[in-house]
């Protein structure tokens, strides 16, 4: 079974910064698009961001554009979300997600067949 593994939460103040990392198990992301989405108890799941598979193109929501950076290293087979100024508003539960090719609706949760198991993202002073 295909899946992805988030790592790099935690518990940070309000304008700090954490990286998160997403990782596949079993298999290569040269070919995958890539989404990040977070979710908060009770609260629909959210899109933040997505990247190219070839790192070229990235999109933003417009919650979190100048403050999540999102890049690959396909060497390393990784791909990072960079998250600065975090706010308590970010406190949510952190996923990503894969896709073969190119997403058109790359915010859209049901646009991934692949996904991990979140990490956890707490903003608080």
């Known amino acids: 079974q295909l899946r992805l593994v988030e790592s790099g939460g935690g518990l940070v103040h309000p304008g700090g910064s954490l990286r998160l990392s997403c990782a596949p198990s079993?298999?290569?992301?040269?070919?995958?698009?890539i989404g990040w989405f977070r979710q908060a108890p009770g609260k629909e799941r959210e899109g933040l961001g997505c990247?190219?598979?070839?790192?070229?193109?990235?999109n933003y929501a417009a919650s979190v554009k100048g403050r999540f950076t999102i890049s690959r290293d396909n060497a390393k087979n990784t791909v990072y979300l960079q998250m600065n100024n975090l706010k308590p508003e970010d406190t949510a539960t952190y996923y990503c997600?894969?896709?073969?090719?190119?997403?058109?609706?790359?915010?859209?949760?049901?646009?991934?067949?692949?996904w991990g198991q979140g990490t956890q993202v707490t903003v608080s002073s």
């Open positions: 990247i190219s598979s070839s790192g070229d193109d990235t």
């Open positions: 997600a894969a896709e073969p090719g190119t997403v058109m609706t790359c915010l859209t949760a049901l646009t991934y067949r692949v």
């Open positions: 079993g298999f290569t992301l040269d070919y995958y698009a």
